[in-house]
């Protein structure tokens, strides 16, 4: 019998490994890449996506609304005139100013005006200029008009005495910001910076 328990414990055995070997497990391998290790967190609420730049532009003054060179939705650059008030009389009185400051520093390099009367002119031609921007709407950045409220021929008055909402509003076209809160239990996770 000791003879038989010899020979049938290598036939076991070859019997194992035969049965193991035909049961493959299937394995899925993945290329090996490098990558961020990256951690998220998530706001407590929905978040509010806000324009890194907005403005409510008005008028310095009141007026009628003589010329609107854009409309609603219309991207502009930069100091692009959005719209007039009537300031023809104004737009005069700016052009007389400057030729009365050209007329005064020539009298004055020829030596018959005093400096006073060049300074006088210099003030009353800026006194113009400003008198006469402030019927001119400006973009003051590069972006979109989202809100226009003007008309041709309407008197405009500033939308804050009128406790109205804006006239004209522009928002800038770069990335825009979400605001959210975040979580407590999260605070550790954030530093000023992160993206």
């Known amino acids: 019998t000791s003879m038989t328990h010899k020979n049938t414990l290598p036939i076991l055995l070859l019997l194992m490994i035969t049965i193991s070997c035909s049961g493959k497990t299937k394995v899925e391998a993945i290329k090996l890449a490098k990558g961020n290790v990256e951690s998220t967190v998530t706001t407590i609420n929905s978040g509010t996506i806000k324009a890194q730049s907005q403005a409510e532009l008005a008028f310095g003054t009141i007026g009628r609304i003589a010329k609107i060179y854009v409309s609603l939705g219309k991207k502009v650059e930069a100091n692009t005139i959005i719209a007039e008030l009537e300031n023809a009389d104004l737009l005069a009185i700016y052009n007389e100013s400057q030729k009365e400051l050209s007329r005064h520093q020539e009298l004055f390099d020829s030596g018959l005006v005093s400096a006073a009367n060049l300074e006088s002119a210099k003030r009353a031609r ?20 989202t809100a226009m409220e ?18 004209v509003q522009i928002i800038d076209l770069k990335k825009r910001l979400v605001k959210g809160e975040i979580d407590e239990i999260d605070l550790q996770k954030v530093s000023i910076g992160f993206p």
């Open 150 to 167: 003007l008309k041709i021929g309407e008197f405009y008055q500033s939308s804050q005495t009128l406790n109205q909402r804006p006239a």
């Open 126 to 145: 800026e006194v113009a200029r400003i008198n006469y921007e402030k019927t001119v709407m400006k973009a003051p950045f590069p972006g979109m008009i």
